[in-house]
């Protein structure tokens, strides 16, 4: 229908492909997602809490999809889409109770009074949308970071029993395996689009949000005592690349919304790296990074929070010093 229809990606010069490109592929993952959590949900005898808490995420998706959707085709304002945005991280937060309620001591905070916990946990959505809608530049990188993501978290709950959350994130591994299939084809290839990685991004923000939640309930029987830094190691890769991109261009005086060729995928493609073997490596990095949290879990949370915020950056941006010719890899240590 894309193909029939125009509906394509145009290339342009930051662009990681040189043809036009089916762009609504965010459509299939929530139509395949919505179907399965849905008649899944149904068989798994969800008790009233958590249906209400279903149809929160699914009417917070639908939003970011028909957003992401009219963006793909014709482009949307950074103003639009943070206004749809805003009222689907509402619908969660204000409409179910699901926000983050504790520092954990980081820094000597602990719980959160009730407004400022409203307000991190939607800037907390904002972000993470954005972040994912970021990384989404080369082939198959935004799917297989949200497949480590789903599958870290996915692994807690099923240990917790937290059905709900379960569903979500097997749900998301089954749509986004179908998805890579397209994605990395030469021949019938397809995008996410803005419609997939926005309700990607809004899903994996909940899925993370719910992780410090059930973590503090007193009947969770397999409770992480280092949970803010596990999240923030899972959820490593976009949570910093999202970051680089901004400090570079407002340092340069552009807005943070204007797109440019600065993200680490980039860097990666202009070093020689195909597609494949970039995701591959940032992929690697990120699991590096998971592997370590579990590491650092005895020490205080502040100095795991330090040690991550040095060591993160320093992992993340391994790929700057690799090069790729002829076949091999090496490192190379940049000029100054």
Do not use: W
């Amino acid at each position: 229908m894309a193909h029939k229809k125009k509906l394509m990606d145009e290339p342009v010069h930051r662009s990681g492909h040189v043809e036009k490109t089916p762009t609504l592929g965010g459509v299939g993952m929530f139509i395949t997602f919505s179907l399965a959590i849905i008649i899944m949900g149904i068989f798994t005898d969800l008790g009233q809490t958590d249906l209400v808490k279903l149809l929160s995420i699914l009417g917070g998706t639908i939003i970011l999809l028909f957003l992401g959707i009219k963006d793909d085709l014709i482009e949307l304002s950074p103003q639009k889409k943070f206004s749809g945005q805003i009222f689907s991280s509402a619908l969660v937060v204000l409409g179910t109770d699901v926000r983050i309620e504790s520092f954990y001591g980081i820094f000597g905070i602990g719980d959160l009074h009730y407004a400022v916990s409203v307000i991190f946990t939607m800037v907390v959505f904002i972000f993470i949308i954005n972040a994912f809608n970021l990384i989404d530049g080369i082939d198959g990188l935004a799917a297989s970071i949200a497949i480590i993501v789903n599958t870290s978290f996915g692994v807690y709950f099923a240990m917790n029993g937290e059905y709900l959350h379960v569903l979500v994130s097997f749900s998301l591994i089954g749509v986004l395996i179908g998805f890579l299939k397209y994605n990395l084809s030469r021949v019938r290839k397809m995008f996410m689009g803005d419609s997939g990685s926005m309700f990607l991004g809004f899903l994996l923000a909940y899925q993370a949000i719910g992780f410090l939640s059930v973590n503090q309930l007193p009947q969770t029987e397999f409770s992480v005592s280092n949970a803010p830094i596990m999240v923030l190691a899972i959820l490593a890769y976009p949570i910093l690349d999202a970051l680089r991109v901004c400090i570079l261009r407002m340092a340069k005086g552009h807005s943070p919304f204007k797109a440019d060729r600065n993200h680490i995928h980039h860097k990666l493609l202009d070093s020689g790296f195909s597609h494949v073997k970039s995701t591959l490596i940032i992929a690697l990095c990120n699991i590096f990074v998971i592997q370590m949290a579990f590491v650092l879990s005895d020490l205080y949370l502040t100095l795991q929070f330090y040690i991550i915020s040095v060591v993160l950056p320093l992992i993340c941006l391994f790929p700057f010093l690799l090069v790729h010719k002829n076949g091999k890899i090496r490192i190379e240590i940049p000029k100054l």
